[in-house]
């Protein structure tokens, strides 16, 4: 079975500074994995994915994350917070050919000025 | 650009009456889902759709909810008898392929009374 464990439910950071949020996958497969953001009444837009292509994957918004199989991370990071970054991040994973996303529990991000 | 769209955005119900969400998914997507997001809490798969039958359903997809492919394009979930534990944001997502991106709708938020 798959699932993702997004560690921290809430993140503050500063305007400027690092955006780090934490994902961590099991599966038994290699896994297809994706990070979603949400803004308030929103829906899901797709960040960026990782598609056992290039482990560093560059996504909109400025944001990145790397595949480490070793350490099964996906972890998403963008050098400079904007304000406009603040909304709830949702980490996921599928198999390369399958069917149903599973998602992690979200991490908030807040942006302080 | 093409987008899914769910209605309606809002409604709200008594307990134990029917309720229909419709999407319309984009266009040339194959395989269709609904999600579920109760407050507070992680995004969670009901059930996916292809080829005009259910491939895969969860716990949550019990005998109260259905799915339909009525018209070509419209894919709704009914759910029979609302309770109150049905009071969620539900999702509508489509996607071109398996491996593809899930694109998801902006959701509808059903509260039950």
């Known amino acids: 079975a798959q699932s993702v464990t997004q560690l921290g439910s809430h993140v503050s950071v500063s305007e400027g500074a690092l955006v780090l949020l934490r994902c961590n996958y099991s599966?038994?497969?290699?896994?297809?994995l994706f990070w979603y953001v949400q803004y308030p009444n929103q829906g899901l837009q797709l960040l960026l994915k990782?598609?056992?292509?290039?482990?560093l994957v560059k996504g909109i918004n400025g944001f990145e994350a790397e595949f480490k199989k070793s350490e099964t991370s996906f972890h998403l990071t963008k050098p400079s917070a904007h304000m406009s970054d603040a909304a709830e991040y949702f980490c996921?994973?599928?198999?390369?050919?399958?069917?149903?996303?599973?998602f992690g529990t979200g991490t908030s991000l807040t942006v302080i000025p | 650009e093409p987008e899914v769209t769910q209605t309606p955005s809002h409604q709200v119900t008594q307990m134990g009456q029917e309720v229909i969400l419709r999407c319309v998914p984009i266009?040339?997507?194959?395989?269709f889902y609904w999600y579920r997001q109760i407050l507070g809490q992680k995004v969670e798969f009901l059930v996916s759709f292809y080829n005009n039958e259910i491939s895969e359903k969860s716990e949550i997809f019990d005998d109260q909810f259905s799915v339909e492919r009525p018209d070509g394009s419209n894919f709704t979930l009914k759910i029979r008898s609302t309770k109150l534990e049905d009071s969620a944001m539900y999702f509508c997502?489509?996607?071109?392929?398996?491996?593809?991106?899930?694109?998801f709708g902006e959701g509808s938020r059903l509260t039950v009374l």
């Open positions: 997502a489509s996607k071109v392929g398996e491996t593809g991106e899930l694109f």
């Open positions: 266009s040339n997507h194959l395989y």
């Open positions: 990782y598609t056992s292509a290039a482990t």
């Open positions: 996921a994973v599928t198999l390369n050919t399958g069917n149903q996303f599973y």
């Open positions: 599966s038994s497969v290699p896994p297809y």
